[in-house]
């Protein structure tokens, strides 16, 4: 019995010594990373991507866009005369794997900023360790939500145009085209509702005689047979799609079938190249909002990111999401260059709390402040022309929302 | 009523599908004890083989009869390597082995094909007009196929010595090793059956839904859930279970809600469970303690 309690003691006190020595060790890895800045050759730089599993799609095509304009950016001399190493892992879409990630990105690499990541609640997961602890800023991530910019979160800066600014941007185009009655066909979970949810009172605040209704419908729905008797049943003039691309697909293939001819609207995950694949000639005259120019316009930006994705990621597709790669990448590096001295943490996130009017070319015009965290909230428009997302016009702001 | 014909129509050839899944299941569990999750990812390896040869100019034909066989070569293989060494009525291990390989399945089709969704093309294309309602061609394909491998499944198991050497065994292993029919044989056959209509299931189902690496993950679950309802053990209730899931699944988004049609359809089936456990065709089992 003494034995025993003697052995408890003695392993609870060499695991409160091992403790102690983790919280230390932790403390200090904060310290070092804070303070950490890329050497005079080198400016290294990290970032979580799926880039296996259910999401893979998008995180694949966004690091070999960053790619791309990582390595133009290195061969045509770097960032004042640094060159930019980004080190991307794979966190396949686990916020737990993105925390154990993002300790190897802060503690071992000591990257100064994590660029071009992916995910939102992969991202909150890791927020408390690396803008919290390590205080190193995450920059341009792929998702988010309104609540990450309001109030705006010490390190953290996006370039994506809200969902919520997505929906109200095609619920003002939708009213201008003419539509009375706007049926809104979204999935049922949560983050798919509160963006379904914008369309009504921006619709409203255009022309107060809108009707607008919705139509939830089951997450990862493939027989849309149904839900296209109902939306001919609701007889709306308009109808704005608030689904994941195979599931747009599966409604436009459907429609065409049961012969629904109706203007349809949708926010940027639809404007995606695996639209066109899976609905073919049924996704003609899809009118979508997307982040940036279309990627087969014409455009000396867009031909520029066609152009080194050729050369530098032979065999990967030049689409929308390689796009918002390059895009981010591409900020990142405007902004960078402003750095005077070291390039570090700090710096960096002072620099984003200057940068106004960054122009990539190919997407919209960015600016933040040190009240203002996110750096557009403009979208593109793009319609299906011939089997090929086309931009009409130039980059358009929506409406306020509320 | 034309969009009643439509409704039924689509939830008959989802269950036609979940039909012919379903009865794979119940052939692979019934001779082998094992309740096989990996089916839907093996079969989704076969599609992608079929969607390649496709691209590279194959007659679609050829494509889905590509699709079966290296859906059964596949199946085959890992019965041979990582089932067949667990020994006979270990269930729970060959259930989490088939998981993981499963998870494999679905890693390999993404490393080799990548992750983006394709097209996966349809037999036939366009629609057939009755009582007003415009109904696709390829869902009356579906019906018909599916009603075509599963009269001949019921042929097989019924009227043939095959057949009856598979039920045999089924009923007690040891005692048909006795009379001597070769139970490794016919597990094996009962695998290669299985998974063809897994194959043949999925390749009426992927021209709606396109092709992913987890395309069939979700047809699995409701065949899973047809089983249980028309009861785990026979094959007409695989059958019937399947197509009362897929009929029930569209008329409640049709006329319940297009969001609630899951859990209308599973608290059917948990009411039906409740009253009859063994489900609609399935033999209660006793045991001693």
Redesign the interface.
């Given at each position: 019995m003494f034995r025993t309690i003697s052995r408890f003691r003695r392993v609870a006190g060499t695991t409160a010594v091992l403790a102690a020595l983790a919280l230390t060790a932790s403390a200090c890895a904060g310290q070092d990373s804070a303070s950490a800045s890329s050497s005079s050759a080198e400016i290294h730089i990290g970032a979580w991507l799926p880039l296996t599993g259910s999401t893979a799609t998008y995180g694949v095509a966004e690091k070999v866009g960053a790619d791309a304009y990582f390595k133009m950016l290195n061969a045509q001399g770097g960032i004042n005369g640094r060159k930019v190493e980004w080190t991307v892992k794979d966190n396949a879409a686990d916020p737990q794997q993105t925390v154990q990630i993002a300790r190897e990105l802060v503690g071992q690499d000591k990257v100064v900023a994590i660029v071009n990541a992916n995910g939102t609640a992969q991202a909150e997961a890791a927020f408390p360790f690396v803008l919290n602890q390590s205080k190193v800023p995450v920059l341009n991530e792929v998702g988010g939500t309104e609540n990450w910019y309001k109030p705006p979160r010490a390190g953290l800066f996006g370039t994506q145009t809200l969902y919520e600014d997505q929906a109200a941007a095609v619920a003002a185009w939708a009213v201008q085209d003419g539509a009375k009655k706007i049926l809104v066909v979204h999935s049922d979970p949560a983050a798919f509702v509160n963006v379904a949810e914008q369309v009504a009172p921006v619709a409203k605040k255009a022309d107060p005689s809108v009707e607008v209704d919705r139509l939830p419908v089951k997450y990862q729905t493939t027989d849309y047979t149904p839900v296209i008797s109902k939306v001919k049943a609701a007889k709306p003039q308009a109808v704005i799609l608030i689904l994941t691309s195979p599931e747009a697909a599966a409604f436009l293939k459907e429609a065409k079938l049961q012969g629904l001819s109706l203007p349809t609207y949708a926010y940027a995950p639809v404007a995606a190249e695996s639209t066109i694949a899976l609905a073919k000639d049924a996704a003609e005259g899809l009118k979508a909002v997307q982040l940036v120019k279309a990627p087969s316009d014409d455009d000396p930006a867009v031909k520029e990111f066609r152009t080194a994705m050729a050369k530098y990621e032979p065999g990967q597709t030049a689409g929308f999401l390689a796009l918002w790669g390059w895009s981010n990448a591409k900020v990142f590096a405007e902004i960078a260059k402003t750095v005077k001295g070291p390039v570090t943490a700090q710096s960096l996130t002072a620099a984003y709390q200057k940068a106004s009017k960054v122009d990539t070319g190919v997407s919209p015009v960015m600016s933040f402040s040190a009240s203002s965290h996110l750096g557009t909230r403009s979208v593109q428009k793009v319609v299906v022309k011939n089997g090929v997302w086309t931009s009409v016009g130039d980059f358009y702001t929506p409406p306020a929302r509320g | 009523m034309s969009?009643f014909l439509?409704?039924l129509v689509?939830?008959v050839a989802?269950g036609a599908v979940y039909g012919l899944m379903g009865l794979g299941l119940v052939i692979i569990y019934r001779a082998t004890d094992v309740v096989n999750f990996a089916m839907a990812s093996l079969a989704t390896l076969g599609l992608y083989v079929a969607v390649s040869l496709h691209d590279r100019g194959v007659a679609t034909v050829f494509g889905l009869l590509a699709a079966v066989a290296v859906t059964v070569a596949a199946g085959l293989l890992v019965r041979e390597t990582v089932i067949r060494p667990l020994g006979q009525g270990q269930l729970f291990s060959a259930l989490v082995v088939t998981m993981g390989v499963s998870l494999i399945a679905e890693?390999l089709a993404?490393?080799v094909w990548?992750?983006?969704?394709?097209?996966f093309p349809s037999l036939v294309d366009g629609?057939v007009r009755w009582s007003g309602a415009?109904l696709?061609v390829q869902s009356l394909v579906t019906i018909g196929v599916a009603a075509l491998a599963m009269a001949l499944v019921g042929y097989l198991f019924a009227r043939t010595t095959l057949g009856s050497a598979m039920r045999a065994v089924a009923e007690s292993p040891a005692t048909a090793r006795v009379v001597g029919l070769g139970a490794q044989r016919l597990a094996r056959i009962s695998w290669a059956l299985g998974l063809g209509l897994a194959a043949l299931a999925g390749c009426l189902?992927a021209p709606?839904?396109?092709l992913?690496?987890?395309a069939l993950t979700?047809p699995l679950f409701r065949a899973f859930a047809g089983i249980f309802l028309g009861g785990l053990t026979s094959m007409y209730g695989a059958v019937v279970g399947g197509l009362a899931i897929g009929v029930l699944?569209?008329?409640a988004?049709?006329y319940v809600?297009?969001?609630?049609?899951?859990t209308f359809v599973f608290s059917f089936t948990v009411l039906v469970l409740l009253i009859r456990p063994q489900g609609l065709f399935g033999t209660r089992t006793f045991q001693r303690v």
């Open positions: - | 969009q439509l409704v689509s939830g989802s890693n993404g490393s990548g992750e983006q969704p394709r097209d629609t415009a696709p189902y709606r839904s396109g992913a690496t987890t979700a699944d569209n008329l988004a049709n809600s297009a969001s609630f049609r899951d």
